[in-house]
C-alpha cells in the first residue's frame, strides 16, 4: 500500500495522493515536502518506489528484510535509515519485539518503509490530512517528528517495566518461586531488547547533532529539536541502565534467599539425622536377638525409652547452644 502526502509552500496547502510518476514536477521547489509512506508494501511497490527515486538497490534489499540493528547510510543524493519503534504487550510469550521502521531522507522528500502498523506514523496521517503543520517545515523537522513519537512511546513502557521490578521485588520477599524467576528473566529479556533499539540510535541523532554527516545538515532554527531529542534518548539510555541495575540486583538477592532458606532446610534436616544417628544405633543394639544383661528385668524397656529421650535432648541442647536451631 503506497500513501503520498504533498505540501506545496508557494500554495500553502496539502494534497493526498499525488501521482508519484510526476515527481520531479512536485519537488522542484526545494520548499515543498513530498511524503511517501509505503505501508504492508510488496516487493512491486517498493520496487517501483525505488526506481522513481533512484534508490540503491542495497538499500532496497534492507527494506525488504529483517535488519536487527538501527543504522544510518549515506547515499549522496539522500540518507537512508533504519530505526526501530517498539511493540510492549505483557501479556504475550514475547512482551517486547521491534518494528522496523526504514526512512528514505532527501532534500524535500520522505519515503518511509515499515510492514507493520505504528501509531506515530497514523497520528502524523491524520494531523497531516487536515494540516500542514509537520510537513510545512522541512523534511529535518518531519525526521524529528517521526523519532521523537517512537520515543515518548517508550517512557510509557520504561515506567510499566519500573513498576513491575517494584512489585517483583516485593513477592521475592513473600513467597519466592520459579515463577518469580522467570519473570525477572523475561523483564531481563525485554530490557535488553529495548536496550539494541536505542542506543545505536542515540549514537546515530548524537552523531548529527555534532556534526558527524555533513549532508545532514540541520537548520539553526531545528537544532533544538533534535537537542532536545537526544536528551530523551539519554533519559531512555539512563532508565535502561537503572532498571538493568535493579533486575541484576533482585536477582542476585532472590538467588541469596533461595541459597539461606535452601541451607536452613538442610541444617534441619541434618540435625534431625544426627539425632537419630545414636538412636538408631541404641534401638539396633538392643533389638538383637541375642542375651543381653537384664533383658528380662520389668525396667528395661522404660530405662531404654529414658535413655533415648535424653540422648535427644541433650543433642538439641547442645545443637542450640552452637546455634545450629
Not at 3 to 26: A, C, G, I, P
Request: proline content about 4%.
Amino acid at each position: 500500500m503506497i500513501k503520498t502526502y504533498f505540501y506545496s509552500h508557494s500554495e500553502q496547502n496539502m494534497r493526498h495522493d499525488v501521482d508519484l510518476d510526476q515527481k520531479h514536477r512536485f519537488l522542484k521547489d526545494e520548499e515543498d515536502l513530498l511524503w511517501v509512506d509505503l505501508y504492508k508494501f510488496s516487493e512491486e511497490e517498493i520496487k517501483y518506489v525505488a526506481k522513481i527515486f533512484n534508490f540503491h538497490p542495497l538499500a532496497v534489499e534492507d527494506c525488504l528484510s529483517y535488519s536487527p540493528r538501527p543504522k544510518l547510510d549515506n547515499y549522496e543524493d539522500y540518507y537512508f535509515f533504519v530505526m526501530h519503534a517498539l511493540r510492549y504487550d505483557e501479556e504475550s510469550e514475547e512482551e517486547i519485539s521491534l518494528v522496523q521502521l526504514d526512512v528514505f531522507l532527501g532534500p524535500n522528500f520522505v519515503v518511509t518503509v515499515h510492514e507493520q502498523p505504528l501509531p506515530v506514523l497514523g497520528r502524523i496521517a491524520r494531523v497531516s490530512l487536515q494540516s500542514p503543520q509537520y510537513m510545512n517545515k522541512g523534511m529535518e523537522f518531519f525526521l524529528y517528528s517521526i523519532i521523537d513519537g517512537n520515543t515518548d512511546d517508550i517512557f510509557p513502557i520504561m515506567d510499566r517495566i519500573g513498576v513491575r521490578i517494584d512489585e517483583l521485588e516485593d513477592e521475592i520477599y513473600e513467597q519466592p518461586s520459579k515463577q518469580v524467576t522467570g519473570e525477572f528473566l523475561s523483564l531481563k529479556r525485554t530490557i535488553l531488547t529495548i536496550r539494541r533499539a536505542v542506543l545505536p540510535q542515540k549514537r546515530i541523532f548524537t552523531s548529527i547533532n555534532s556534526g558527524g554527516h555533513a549532508y545532514f545538515d540541520i537548520r539553526e532554527e531545528i537544532k533544538p529539536y533534535y537537542l532536545d531529542l537526544v536528551d530523551h534518548l539519554e533519559r531512555i539510555t539512563d532508565t535502561i541502565e537503572s532498571h538493568r541495575d535493579l533486575v541484576d540486583a533482585a536477582l542476585a538477592t532472590y538467588y541469596s534467599l533461595i541459597s539461606s532458606r535452601t541451607t536452613d532446610t538442610i541444617r534441619v534436616l541434618t540435625v534431625i539425622s544426627t539425632i537419630f544417628m545414636p538412636l538408631t544405633f541404641l534401638t539396633g543394639f538392643f533389638g538383637m536377638n541375642v542375651p543381653l544383661p537384664y533383658q528380662n528385668h520389668n525396667l528395661s524397656t522404660v530405662v531404654i525409652f529414658a535413655g533415648l529421650f535424653g540422648i535427644s535432648g541433650l543433642m538439641l541442647m547442645i545443637f542450640k547452644n552452637l546455634r545450629w536451631l
